[in-house]
């Protein structure tokens, strides 16, 4: 079965938004985003009324930065990691915009990008937007334990981000196009460590990406970037180890993952890295692809990482189930 979806008309990249907190801004990609809030409670009084703002702030900046008002927004994608998607709904529902909510876990990015392609390729709306967040304390709160416990937290743990990214799509006029989609398939290892989501997303990441290197009949040396996120130091190097030996391909050489690169690791003592569906949001619409309508880079394979689980499944001793989508962007 051919899993992916190439598209005849190739939607493009309007504009993009990329909002970040105080920890973020202290990363090596700094300088990429468009906001960085030293507030992390951006004004609001709880940490979930925060990712909201923190959301609508990146899809506000997307708008901004595009030629169009909200009302010239047919449809609006969006997820993130708190209860029913609560965070994306309180964020946008004064914003009027049609929305579709959609979980994916850490892979949201990857998921309404996606979906939001094979929405305004296949000529169904004309303009759309995928976006998705996550607020290191809500996430703790959520999945982990609340801040104010103090717990401390293994060296596999990665930390949730604090970010969110918002990406504007029409059928022509960007730099940037998504060229094809592939949506993934859940895998199981058995990881049952929900400070491990590294080990967990790997499985998922490597079946997707050699999927739709199968699929397309191409190596890794003909992306000069194949984008994960977010494995983290612990997943990316199982990922790279699951390629050698299952498919016997090495992506070493043009393999990065956003969990790598929002923090400095030791510096910032984030353990195995970034996590949350803002990380790789804020990273894509940000410094990706900016490298990518300057030139600097032309072919890029994007599959974003989830850990399909919740605090109900790891209390009752379920396993992690994990699943990774891929977006190919090309520059024109």
């Not at 939607?11 to 990609?29: A, D, I, R």
């Not at 400070?195 to 890794?220: E, R, Y």
């Not at 993952?257 to 804020?282: L, N, P, W």
């Not at 209390?315 to 977006?327: D, F, K, L």
Request: charged letters at 20%; a negative charge; glycine letters at 10%.
């Amino acid at each position: 079965m051919n899993r992916i979806i190439k598209f005849r008309n190739p939607p493009t990249v309007v504009s993009s938004g990329s909002v970040v907190g105080k920890e973020e801004g202290k990363g090596p990609l700094k300088n990429e985003f468009d906001e960085i809030w030293d507030d992390v409670t951006f004004g609001e009084d709880s940490w979930e009324k925060a990712e909201s703002t923190l959301q609508k702030k990146a899809i506000e900046k997307a708008i901004e930065k595009s030629r169009y008002v909200k009302e010239e927004i047919d449809l609006l994608f969006a997820g993130d990691l708190l209860n029913q998607c609560t965070g994306s709904t309180f964020g946008i529902r004064d914003l009027s915009i049609p929305f579709a909510g959609m979980y994916g876990a850490c892979s949201t990015m990857a998921l309404t990008l996606a979906t939001a392609s094979v929405f305004v390729a296949s000529g169904a709306v004309k303009r759309a937007i995928a976006a998705t967040s996550s607020h290191f304390c809500s996430s703790e709160k959520q999945f982990r334990y609340p801040l104010e416990y103090g717990g401390q937290r293994p060296p596999t743990a990665q930390r949730t981000c604090t970010a969110a990214g918002a990406t504007l799509l029409e059928k022509s006029g960007g730099k940037i196009q998504i060229e094809s989609v592939i949506f993934g398939r859940i895998q199981d290892l058995g990881i049952t460590d929900a400070n491990n989501m590294g080990a967990a997303m790997a499985p998922a990441a490597a079946d997707t990406i050699h999927t739709f290197l199968s699929q397309t009949k191409t190596k890794p040396e003909d992306y000069d970037l194949i984008l994960t996120g977010d494995l983290g130091f612990v997943g990316s190097e199982l990922l790279i180890q699951l390629m050698q030996k299952d498919y016997d391909i090495d992506l070493s050489s043009v393999h990065d993952d956003c969990g790598k690169m929002m923090f400095y690791r030791k510096e910032q003592d984030v353990h195995a890295g970034g996590s949350g569906c803002g990380c790789s949001a804020s990273i894509l619409n940000s410094y990706v692809f900016r490298q990518i309508s300057e030139y600097k880079l032309k072919k890029v394979l994007f599959v974003a990482t989830g850990a399909l689980l919740s605090p109900t499944s790891t209390m009752q001793g379920e396993s992690v189930p994990s699943i990774a989508h891929g977006v190919l962007l090309k520059g024109v």
